[in-house]
C-alpha cells in the first residue's frame, strides 16, 4: 500500500529540452513523444515547463512563428514543484486550485528528481480500485457547463473560444447529436504544425471522433477507470433525456472519488481541502 507520498508516484524520466531550442522543434518533439508538457532546462537546470496550454495559447492562438521563436519566451517560468515527501493530497490541492496538471519534484538536496500528475494520480487510484465503492454518480459532481460549437466552425474560431472562455475542450455538434470533441491535446497534435489555413478549415475535420460520453447516472468509480482506459481528461455527460448537459475533468473525479488511502492526520487535511475548495468558484481544467 502507498504510503501517501508524492516520491512514491511520480516519474523519474523528464522528458526536457533546452532553453534555446526553437518552439517548432519542441512541439516536434511532444507530438513524437507522446507527452503533454516538456520540460526546458538551461545547462541540464530546469527552469520552465511547457504544456499542451501554452501551445494553446502562446502559440497557436497568436499566431506564433515556431520556427523562429525559442521555446524560453513562451514556457511557463518559475516552475512550479513539491518536495518528494509531500502527500499526494497536498499535491492534487496545489495543481487543482492553481488549474495545472503536473507538478515538478525536489529531492532532499533541492534538486528536481521527477514530476508528477493528475493522470498519474487517477492510475494509481484504478490501480488500487480506490474509489471503486464509491456508490455517488456523476450527478454529485459540480462539473461544467458544455460548450458546443458548429461542426462547420472553422478552427481559428475555436481556438479563440477556448482561450476567451478559458477551456480546456469544447463538444463538436449540438447537445442531442455530439459527433465529436476538440481539445488541447488536438490543438497540439493535429494544429500547432499543420500548414493548412486555420480560418478556411473546419473544426470537425480536426476534432477526436467519435466523443466518448456517459450517463449521469455512472457510478464515480466506473468513470474513472473509464477516463483512464481511454486516455481522456473530459468526459461529456448525457442526462436522462439524452441530451449533452455538462463535461467533467479528471480532477473533477477525482476530487469526488474516495481516492486516497491515507491515515488520519492526511484524512483531516482533504477534509480542510474539500472545505477551501468548496467555498470557492473554481474553474477546473481539463
Known amino acids: 500500500m502507498l504510503s501517501n507520498k508524492v516520491h512514491e508516484i511520480m516519474t523519474t524520466q523528464l ?3 533546452p532553453v534555446t531550442a526553437p518552439v517548432h522543434e519542441v512541439l516536434r518533439q511532444m507530438i513524437a513523444e507522446d507527452v503533454g508538457r516538456i520540460v526546458i532546462t538551461d545547462n541540464e537546470v530546469p527552469v520552465g515547463v511547457f504544456t499542451e496550454k501554452d501551445v494553446l495559447k ?3 492562438y497568436p499566431g506564433l512563428n515556431g520556427k523562429q521563436t525559442a521555446i524560453k519566451s513562451v514556457m511557463s517560468s518559475p516552475i512550479r514543484a513539491v518536495r518528494e515527501e509531500t502527500h499526494i493530497v497536498e499535491a492534487f490541492k496545489r495543481m487543482y486550485r492553481g488549474k495545472y496538471r503536473h507538478l515538478l519534484v525536489r529531492g532532499r538536496r533541492g534538486r528536481i528528481v ?14 488500487l480500485g480506490q474509489g471503486a ?9 459540480a462539473a461544467t457547463d458544455a460548450v458546443c460549437v458548429d461542426p462547420t466552425e472553422s478552427v481559428a474560431a475555436t481556438v479563440q473560444l477556448l482561450v476567451r472562455k478559458e477551456l480546456s475542450s469544447v463538444v463538436v455538434g449540438s447537445p442531442d447529436e455530439p459527433l465529436g470533441i476538440f481539445t488541447e491535446r488536438d490543438v497540439l497534435k493535429r494544429v500547432a504544425l499543420a500548414e493548412f489555413d486555420r480560418r478556411a478549415t473546419k473544426v470537425q475535420e480536426v476534432m477526436t471522433a467519435p466523443v466518448v460520453t456517459l450517463p449521469e447516472t455512472t457510478l464515480i468509480g466506473d468513470a474513472l477507470a473509464e477516463m ?3 486516455d481522456i ?3 461529456p455527460m448525457m442526462d436522462s433525456n439524452g441530451q449533452l448537459r455538462r ?5 473533477d473525479v477525482l476530487r469526488y472519488a474516495r481516492a486516497f488511502d491515507v491515515d488520519e492526520q492526511v484524512r483531516r487535511t482533504w477534509k480542510e481541502v474539500a472545505a477551501s475548495l468548496a467555498d470557492e468558484d473554481q474553474y477546473t481544467p481539463g
Not at 465503492?133 to 454529485?140: A, D, G, K, R
Open 233 to 235: 481528461r473530459n468526459l
Open 114 to 127: 521527477g514530476i508528477v500528475s493528475m493522470r498519474r494520480i487517477l492510475k494509481i487510484a484504478v490501480e
Open 133 to 141: 465503492s464509491e456508490t455517488q454518480t456523476l450527478t454529485n459532481i
Open 58 to 60: 502562446r502559440v497557436v
Open 228 to 230: 483512464y482506459r481511454r
Open 247 to 251: 463535461i467533467i475533468s479528471m480532477p
Open 15 to 17: 522528458t526536457s529540452a
